[in-house]
Nanobody, 119 residues
């Protein structure tokens, strides 16, 4: 089983930046992909970005392309989400998850989430 711990959320003004971190521990051998999702009140959880181990490949939701960057530090088993040009619509709880193949539907092992508020 994989344990994920997110951090780095907070309150930021529109146009500002934040960097989220997600540290993985436990049985991480099958977690070839790590990703970020988010959920706002009254909305379904949506994908944000995902990265293959070591950062060799990454995918982004259209809504964050060009503003967010996902990276992976394999030595630290940590994935980062650099968020620039934040908008009010980016406000959500951000969750980290893992996947064995990178398909959005196979992500699991959800972390506890970290709140991002853009206001």
């Amino acid at each position: 089983h994989v344990q994920l711990v997110e951090s780095g959320g907070g309150l930021v003004q529109p146009g500002g930046s934040l960097r989220l971190s997600c540290a993985a521990s436990g049985q991480i051998s099958g977690a070839a992909w790590m990703g970020w999702f988010r959920q706002s009140p009254g909305k379904e959880r949506e994908k944000v970005a995902a990265v293959y181990s070591g950062g060799l490949n990454a995918n982004y939701a259209d809504s964050v392309k060009g503003r967010f960057t996902i990276t992976h530090d394999s030595a630290r088993n940590t994935v980062y989400l650099q968020m620039n040009g934040l908008k009010t619509e980016d406000t959500a709880v951000y969750y980290c998850a893992t996947s064995y193949d990178g398909s959005w539907s196979t992500f699991g092992n959800w972390g506890q989430g970290t709140q991002v508020t853009v206001s």
